[in-house]
C-alpha cells in the first residue's frame, strides 16, 4: 500500500531506531541506617559491587553468608555517630561479616575464589582487619 504522508514504501515499513537500553544493575539487600536519623535502620538495596570498582585491579567481591550486627551498629543506629558515604544517604551496617570469595581482581594474591574470608571493619579511631581462610 502506498504511504500518503509522501514517504517511500521501504521508509515507511523501516522501524524508528532507538538507544539500546542500559542493563538494569544486579541488587542486592543490605541492612543499613539513615546517619544523624534515630532508631532509622532498614532493609536497604544497593546494585551489587563489582571487582573493577576497586582502582588498580585490587578488587575482591565476597558473598556474604553470615553477618554480625553487635553494640557498634546500636550505637550507629543511635545516630551516636556515622556517616554515608559519599553519593549515598544510607550508611549499610553489619561490620563482622564471614563469606566466600567470588572473584578477585587481577593483581590480587591474598584471596583466590571459593575461598572463604572473614572481615571486621573499623570502628572509630580503630584500624581495620581483614583475613581469610581455606575452604572447609
Not at 500500500?1 to 542486592?28: L, N, V, Y
Not at 581482581?105 to 582487619?129: E, F, H, K, M, Q
Amino acid at each position: 500500500m502506498p504511504s500518503t504522508d509522501g514517504e517511500s514504501a521501504a521508509t515507511a515499513a523501516t522501524p524508528a531506531r532507538t538507544p539500546a537500553a542500559k542493563a538494569e544493575p544486579i541488587m542486592m539487600k543490605a541492612v543499613a541506617v539513615f546517619p544523624g536519623t534515630p532508631n532509622s535502620m532498614h532493609l536497604g538495596q544497593l546494585a551489587k559491587p563489582s571487582v573493577s570498582d576497586v582502582p588498580d585491579g585490587r578488587g575482591v567481591l565476597v558473598k556474604v553468608l553470615k553477618v554480625g550486627v553487635d553494640g557498634t551498629d546500636k550505637e550507629i543506629n543511635a545516630a551516636e555517630y556515622g556517616a554515608a558515604p559519599p553519593g549515598y544517604d544510607f550508611l549499610v551496617t553489619g561490620h563482622e561479616s564471614f563469606g566466600r570469595v567470588e572473584a578477585v581482581g587481577p593483581n590480587v594474591t591474598s584471596s583466590r575464589p571459593a575461598t572463604t574470608s572473614w572481615r571486621l571493619c573499623a570502628v572509630p579511631d580503630r584500624a581495620s582487619t581483614t583475613g581469610s581462610a581455606p575452604t572447609t
